[in-house]
């Protein structure tokens, strides 16, 4: 993935298409994390484990900086819209998304975590002027109800509250994400997580005292995957698309992250889908295809 350098002034007239690769591999990855964050929440407490995984995306995001000489922010104005995107994006986002996995929610906690296209699309209008089509906006909603056929069946959990206000924080983050002008998005990228997970690992220390965890290889390998992988390098390929492409043609992809889920669980665990789940994803892959051939790119003004 190449990462533009930095430039002075606003972004350019959001006129381009999202890449149907980058686009894969962040809703693959995105999918695979809720097997991951099961697996390694046997071998280490909840917010710890959050913790770990923005320490160690930040950390790689950081050195990649480092090692191309990119600029760090100057302005005071600049670090505190980082660090609010820390505490917005990481510190929360990864704290309830966390713990809805921990309380066991099932189908309709993964429908709420991703609830960022629905939830988008009126602040995305409101902000930079993005228009949705009313035919797209029908798809949209039809591929939400698609996810809550595949979901409802299988019961809400304790953790769907958790995961809407996952939801709800990764929505506010990406909206946020438009805002930072010419900061370098590896710098913002890497700051914003190390900032998020050092306030995660403070609450950690507070509400779960000293950390226990068992350095087991399948807790390391996860954390690499879910810190490496599904932490820097996606939120990295999402930010990128975020500032080149317009919202609403960037969300009906994240349609894709249950479905992606829903595989994995097939593939590990040997789930067999049953009949709510094959329709359920029939009208997600359908949604998903009419929103996005029948999107619009036209210029978006630059934020206000």
Same mark, same amino acid.
């Given at each position: 993935?190449?990462?533009?350098?930095?430039?002075?002034?606003?972004?350019?007239?959001?006129?381009?298409?999202?890449?149907? /690769?980058?686009? +894969? %591999?962040?809703?693959? @990855?995105?999918? !695979?994390?809720? &097997?991951? *964050? $099961?697996?390694?929440?046997?071998?280490?407490?909840?917010?710890?484990?959050?913790?770990?995984?923005?320490?160690l995306g930040g950390t790689a995001l950081a050195v990649v900086a480092a090692v191309q000489r990119r600029p760090l922010p100057r302005s005071?104005?600049?670090?505190?819209?980082?660090?609010?995107?820390?505490?917005?994006?990481?510190?929360?986002?990864?704290?309830?998304?966390?713990?809805?996995?921990?309380?066991?929610?099932?189908?309709?906690?993964?429908?709420?975590?991703?609830?960022?296209?629905?939830?988008?699309?009126?602040?995305?209008?409101?902000?930079?002027?993005?228009?949705?089509?009313?035919?797209?906006?029908?798809?949209?909603?039809?591929?939400?109800?698609?996810?809550?056929?595949?979901?409802?069946?299988?019961?809400?959990?304790?953790?769907? /509250?958790?995961? +809407? %206000?996952?939801?709800? @924080?990764?929505? !506010?983050?990406? &909206?946020? *994400? $438009?805002?930072?002008?010419?900061?370098?998005?590896?710098?913002?990228?890497?700051?914003?997580?190390?900032?998020?997970?050092?306030?995660?690992?403070?609450?950690?220390?507070?509400?779960?005292?000293?950390?226990?965890?068992?350095?087991?290889?399948?807790?390391?390998?996860?954390?690499?995957?879910?810190?490496?992988?599904?932490?820097?390098?996606?939120?990295?390929?999402?930010?990128?698309?975020?500032?080149?492409?317009?919202?609403?043609?960037?969300?009906?992809?994240?349609?894709?992250?249950?479905?992606?889920?829903?595989?994995?669980?097939?593939?590990?665990?040997?789930?067999?889908?049953?009949?709510?789940?094959?329709?359920?994803?029939?009208?997600?892959?359908?949604?998903?295809?009419?929103?996005?051939?029948?999107?619009?790119?036209?210029?978006?003004?630059?934020?206000?």
């Open positions: 993935m190449t990462v533009a350098p930095a430039t002075g002034g606003r972004p350019a007239a959001l006129t381009h298409r999202p890449s149907p /690769l980058r686009m +894969l %591999l962040i809703t693959g @990855a995105l999918g !695979a994390c809720f &097997l991951g *964050v $099961r697996w390694g929440l046997r071998d280490a407490p909840l917010l710890w484990f959050a913790a770990l995984r923005a320490l005071i104005g600049s670090w505190s819209s980082i660090g609010a995107l820390g505490l917005v994006n990481v510190s929360l986002a990864f704290a309830a998304m966390f713990a809805g996995i921990a309380g066991l929610a099932t189908g309709t906690a993964a429908v709420l975590a991703n609830a960022q296209p629905l939830l988008i699309l009126l602040p995305a209008w409101w902000l930079f002027g993005e228009r949705v089509t009313a035919r797209a906006g029908i798809a949209l909603a039809v591929g939400f109800g698609g996810l809550l056929v595949v979901a409802v069946p299988g019961g809400g959990g304790q953790g769907a /509250l958790l995961s +809407l %206000l996952a939801a709800v @924080a990764v929505t !506010a983050g990406t &909206l946020m *994400v $438009r805002r930072l002008g010419d900061i370098d998005i590896v710098v913002a990228s890497a700051a914003h997580f190390l900032i998020g997970g050092v306030v995660l690992a403070g609450a950690a220390l507070l509400m779960e005292g000293v950390p226990d965890i068992a350095w087991t290889p399948r807790f390391v390998a996860v954390l690499a995957f879910l810190g490496l992988v599904a932490t820097a390098a996606t939120t990295l390929a999402w930010f990128v698309e975020t500032q080149r492409s317009p919202l609403s043609s960037l969300t009906p992809w994240m349609f894709l992250v249950p479905v992606f889920g829903l595989v994995v669980g097939i593939v590990v665990l040997g789930e067999r889908p049953d009949a709510w789940t094959v329709t359920g994803v029939a009208l997600v892959l359908v949604s998903m295809r009419v929103a996005l051939r029948h999107q619009s790119v036209a210029p978006t003004r630059a934020p206000v």
